[in-house]
């Protein structure tokens, strides 16, 4: 329970130099991260021009997902114990050679390899900027982890629109030379970042019980995404349509727009109606995508998903955030992402199996049913207030 003096102890985390922190971590987060989603859209082009089978490139894309989860469920104690920065650093170095790889050596078999070592830069990037950036703000966890997860986001609206033309433009040098670029850039802001390691140890893996609903509600509402990345691409090029990039920005920009703002939110008030919220934008975003594909229902398909994808993952990551404690909440923020990473794998491989047999429409019915699933894990995992702060006898994260 926090007394009077809370105010003032959340104005002492708050100085000049916690704000400069924490701005570099976001800019080392924009920058590799729009090195990264450069990439991920053009990937399945990239793949089906190598000779790729189509029913097989949703299985290779979502291998690095795949990748993801198994290093996620590691990454977890690691953070717990050694600290973010390490796993920053070591993130931005995997997609640095992912990108000279790519290039480097253009077939199908390498440049799925070299996708997992994407999947594993992912793993580890996203779960430790959040740990740290939720260090620097340990009584507004959800404001903190919507800021970083904004600039994230401001990364995943220009990466996809700005890769499809320039690999149009330019083919795989004009692609994935810039995206080598970025990963360079960010490498080097890593060394700058400062050092965290929590003051109390978590036993063991550090998991708790009550994440599960959570970590399901999340991978439910989220697994739509993975067969949209891995097949509208394709589709759209198939039917002569327009640029998947539309969609893409338009979806990224609904997250860029929510995520913050809902993180200040649930700090104050909790997270159960942003999660509500989130799914009723989602499931009308997905059906969009099932209509005739014109500039406006693309854009209005992405809107949907964009902003329905702010309101529900701010939620549950505040969530996630709110019922750990310095000692374990890299375990909680690393399960959080692998519950990404599961759900776009799982998506991505069902949806090569329903695009060969039934078209896009089937990975739209698809996603549209996993939306509506998991809507009771959502309603099971509500919350009506945070307070602000994070849970009882927390000692918090030490910052050097």
């Keep these: 329970m926090r007394h009077g003096g809370g105010k003032a102890a959340i104005a002492s985390t708050t100085t000049p130099g916690v704000w400069r922190a924490f701005a570099l971590i976001g800019v ?44 996620m469920l590691a990454l977890g104690p690691a953070l717990n114990r050694r600290g973010p920065r390490p796993f920053i650093t070591l993130g931005a ?12 050596l253009p077939a199908e078999g390498p440049v799925t390899l070299f996708r997992v070592l994407q999947g594993i830069g992912t793993a580890v990037i996203m779960p430790s900027a959040s740990t740290l ?26 990466g996809p629109p700005i890769g499809l033309a320039l690999y149009a433009a330019h083919g795989a040098t004009g692609l994935f030379v810039p995206a080598a670029i970025a990963a360079t850039f960010g490498f080097a802001a890593t060394w700058l970042l400062p050092r965290a390691r929590p003051i109390h140890r978590a036993r ?63 700090d104050r008030a909790g997270s159960r109606w942003p999660k509500l919220l989130g799914l009723a934008f989602i499931l009308p975003g997905i059906l969009f995508l099932g209509l005739s594909p014109t500039p406006l229902t693309l854009a209005a398909a992405g809107a949907g998903t964009g902003i329905g994808a702010g309101l529900l993952v701010s939620g549950i990551m505040a969530d996630l955030a709110r ?3 310095g000692a374990n909440r890299g375990t909680a923020l690393s399960l959080g992402s692998a519950s990404f990473s599961s759900a776009f794998f799982v998506g991505s491989t069902i949806s090569g199996l329903l695009y060969t047999a039934d078209g896009f429409g089937a990975i739209v019915s698809f996603g549209a049913i996993m ?30």
């Design 28 to 71: 080392v987060v924009a920058i590799t991260q729009t090195g990264f989603f450069l990439t991920s859209a053009v990937l399945p082009l990239y793949l089906r021009d190598l000779g790729a089978p189509e029913g097989r490139i949703g299985l290779e894309v979502g291998s690095g997902n795949l990748a993801a989860l198994f290093v």
């Design 93 to 104: 170095a995997l997609y640095l050679v992912a990108a000279l790889a790519m290039i480097t």
């Design 133 to 158: 950036a939720t260090g620097l703000l340990p009584h507004r966890p959800a404001t903190a982890i919507g800021l970083m997860s904004s600039l994230n986001s401001l990364a995943l609206a220009v």
């Design 204 to 266: 063991g893996f550090g998991f708790d019980r009550a994440w599960i609903p959570l970590l399901v509600a999340n991978a439910l509402g989220i697994i739509h995404f993975g067969g949209i990345l891995a097949y509208l691409s394709l589709d759209l090029r198939a039917r002569h349509g327009p640029s998947a990039g539309i969609f893409f920005a338009a979806d990224s920009v609904g997250v860029l727009l929510l995520r913050a703002p809902t993180g200040m939110f649930v």
């Design 323 to 325: 019922l750990s404690t």
């Design 371 to 400: 939306a509506v699933a998991a809507l009771p894990f959502a309603l099971l995992s509500g919350s009506h207030g945070t307070s602000g702060g994070e849970r009882p006898g927390n000692a918090g994260d030490a910052i050097a």
